[in-house]
């Protein structure tokens, strides 16, 4: 089953995701994401895999709501999208095939995604595209999964209470995390790299127990667990947690990611 098909989302988890994702993560990923990319007033701004849309909701403070455009292959994600910010301009599409002309946007911007589409390449020269040849294209992704002091120790845990689905499903999000690797898909799509750092943001949740909630009910994992598989990992997570358990009882959990910004490169394919 390609990752597309295994992270299409019920409208529930989308406004789960929306309710709890957005503030205790991608929030402050989508605000690095748009400084990066030095998103200004009157640019045309696309966020591919918009999800239920945080980076063009942050966009558009800074370019203007009728400026950015968000596309999702999920009408659940676009559902709360629209509910949310109704003014943004939500379409329905795949990465790899954008339904947009070329040279169309200033920015491109995809957050926390491009690990999940079954050809990085196919979706990066996509991207490309259809920015304008003077444009930008920037993409965040979590590192790799050695390189997180949490989230390492939390999939470990999560494969032993639940087995190998685990592993398959939690795995995917550190698939592009090599540095190297995302450099050279980028170059691979017609890209230039400007620049690639390495950010460690923190997520915040209100105990370990709902990080746990966040991190299975927001994921397919949900519908894989037995309730006492569910229960293992709700008792184990206290321990992997307690390096970063606040005095109040909260946890700010380190997450490592890649922000990379490039540029269609002179004389690019598409």
């Not at 945080?54 to 009408?75: K, P």
């Not at 947690?241 to 004389?267: E, K, M």
């Amino acid at each position: 089953m390609a990752a597309s098909d295994t992270f299409q989302l019920e409208l529930e988890a989308a406004e789960f995701y929306e309710e709890k994702f957005v503030p205790a993560l991608f929030a402050e990923w989508a605000r690095l994401l748009v400084e990066e990319a030095d998103v200004r007033p009157g640019q045309r701004v696309l966020d591919v895999a918009c999800g239920t849309g945080i980076v063009a909701r942050t966009a558009a403070e800074r370019a203007g709501e009728e400026m950015v455009a968000g596309l999702d292959l999920n009408e659940a994600m676009l559902s709360v999208a629209r509910r949310v910010r109704p003014g943004i301009r939500w379409l329905q599409g795949d990465a790899a095939s954008l339904p947009f002309p070329d040279r169309g946007f200033d920015v491109v911007l995809c957050q926390m995604a491009l690990m999940f589409f079954p050809d990085p390449v196919a979706a990066l020269g996509e991207m490309r595209r259809v920015a304008d040849d003077a444009g930008t294209v920037a993409v965040v992704v979590p590192g790799r999964l050695d390189d997180q002091p949490a989230y390492g120790p939390f999939v470990q845990l999560a494969v032993r209470c639940a087995g190998e689905q685990a592993a398959e499903l939690l795995g995917t999000y550190w698939a592009c995390g090599d540095a190297g690797r995302l450099g050279a898909l980028t170059e691979a799509a017609g890209l230039r790299v400007r620049s690639l750092r390495p950010y460690l943001a923190t997520a915040g949740y209100g105990s370990p127990e709902d990080f746990v909630r966040v991190e299975v009910e927001g994921t397919p994992l949900a519908r894989q667990l037995s309730a006492r598989q569910y229960a293992l990992i709700r008792a184990g997570v206290r321990d992997v947690l307690a390096p970063y358990l606040r005095p109040d009882g909260s946890v700010g959990v380190p997450l490592q990611g890649h922000i990379l910004v490039a540029s269609p490169a002179v004389g690019g394919t598409g």
